[in-house]
């Protein structure tokens, strides 16, 4: 077996051989030589004592049958006068008792027969003193940790106190980093609205959405109980939705979408990518950004840019485009006859499943009832009958506007059996359908 080279920074183990019989201790310190060992021979008990007594050893190897002191009672005086000492015990005897004497009082490590086996004996001397590195660098380490965290503790008593003060004067940096952070959040919602306002005149006053579309996400989401953030974001989307058309020429930008021609057409389609795309370079406006988006995509999935489909859609997206199709219903931009508040929301209730999320058309219609004070959708007094429906004594709730816009009666008009037929006729001829919003006469 091939031994272990000695370490150029550790001293070389020490070991004492102790047998009374010469040829034992020559054969044992032939074996060990080359061996990274310091050998150290005593051929009594009393001389290995002696030998003890002058220097430190790290392992005795003793014979177990010896005159005057045996081997279990040197060992026993060594376990007492070095206990860090290694103890191995060699006997030619299968003397039972010596072994048992040697194991109780010198707590021997080890114990080997003679004759022994030189490949066995080294090994046990390499694995003892190994075992024997091993507990006194533990009890290096253990040592060294103690200190450590002696010099631990006079440290963080003065730590704790420097942590105490530097903890408060972060928390007060933190909150004043908070309120500077709630601040800009608020300007940057701010500054979208201006902006939005001067992107609106380039429209007619009449045709001029963001402010009302505004004002009614807020409402939505107030009614909703959005978070600050998710409102943040709707209410950015709202402010700047439409920024992708500042691009189209003035005709374009007053036209209905549905009269718009092929070519113009596609650009109307692209309006809410080019809307994304100026506003995803601000990292405050990404979210927002994404709302716009896809503010134009269906329920069913026919819509644009993405074709998204039902949940898909984001949610925020989907109550942007109710918004918005309501505000541009009244305004002329989706249909070239504008509808009231009322004809809007008949037109979002009739496309639900279709156009619009199901399960947010009615919140949004008793949204729009809450806010807006021209709203009678809702009023169990009024009802919305075609021309043929009509009958003479009731009162016309709502103006009521031919397809090009021209007003042919005032709200609050009592209806003549004359007039009901006029009206038949004049739609008739239009070729259109009228919905009527009247209220029926006092009993």
Same mark, same amino acid.
């Given at each position: ?110 114990? +080997?027969?003679?004759? $022994? ?23 290096? +380490? ?105 691009? $189209? ?29 100026? +506003? ?18 269906? $329920? ?14 984001? $949610? ?5 485009? +109710? ?13 070239? *006859? ?15 499943? *279709? ?89």
């Amino acid at each position: 077996m091939e031994a272990p080279q000695p370490s150029t920074l550790a001293p070389r183990p020490s070991l004492l051989l102790v047998d009374d019989e010469e040829s034992i201790l020559n054969s044992l310190r032939r074996l060990l030589r080359g061996q990274p060992y310091e050998v150290l021979l005593a051929d009594s008990g009393a001389r290995a004592l002696e030998i003890l007594a002058e220097r430190p050893v790290d392992l005795v190897m003793s014979d177990a049958r010896m005159p005057v002191m045996d081997g279990a009672t040197l060992l026993a005086r060594v376990r007492e006068l070095s206990p860090g000492t290694r103890r191995i015990l060699l006997t030619g005897y299968a003397d039972l008792d010596t072994i048992i004497n040697a194991v109780n009082d010198g707590q021997i490590h080890q114990y +080997l027969s003679k004759p $022994w086996n030189d490949e066995e004996l080294l090994l046990v001397l390499r694995q003892t003193l190994e075992h024997q590195h091993a507990e006194r660098e533990l009890k290096r +380490l253990q040592q060294l940790v103690l200190e450590q965290n002696r010099q631990l503790k006079t440290s963080n008593a003065g730590l704790e106190q420097r942590v105490v003060s530097r903890t408060a004067e972060l928390q007060q940096t933190a909150d004043m980093l908070d309120l500077a952070y709630e601040e800009l959040k608020h300007s940057y919602v701010t500054a979208t609205e201006v902006f939005s306002l001067l992107a609106n005149l380039r429209l007619p006053a009449d045709k001029q959405t963001n402010r009302k579309i505004i004002e009614l996400v807020r409402a939505c989401c107030t009614s909703q109980g959005l978070d600050e953030a998710s409102s943040r974001d709707l209410t950015m989307a709202a402010a700047l939705y439409n920024i992708g058309k500042l691009s $189209w020429s003035d005709t374009m930008l007053g036209a209905p979408s549905d009269l718009l021609r092929h070519t113009d057409q596609a650009r109307y389609r692209a309006y809410p990518e080019q809307s994304e795309s100026v +506003l995803m370079a601000l990292e405050p406006m990404q979210d927002a950004a994404r709302l716009i988006l896809h503010h134009q995509e269906r $329920w069913d999935g026919s819509g644009f840019p993405q074709h998204l489909k039902g949940e898909a859609i984001p $949610w925020g997206s989907r109550l942007l485009k +109710l918004a918005v199709d309501f505000i541009e219903l009244q305004c002329g931009l989706i249909l070239e *006859r504008r509808m009231n508040s009322d004809e809007a929301l008949l037109f979002i209730r009739k496309y639900a499943g *279709r156009l619009y999320d199901p399960n947010l058309v009615e919140d949004f219609v008793r949204v729009c009832a809450a806010y807006l004070n021209d709203v009678t959708v809702d009023d169990p007094t009024v009802r919305v009958l075609g021309t043929r429906e009509l009958a003479a004594g009731m009162v016309l709730r709502r103006n009521l506007n031919a397809d090009n816009g021209m007003l042919l009666l005032n709200a609050g008009k009592v209806l003549s059996e004359p007039l009901v037929q006029k009206l038949i006729a004049f739609e008739a001829m239009e070729g259109g359908r009228y919905s009527i919003f009247v209220s029926m006469p006092e009993a």
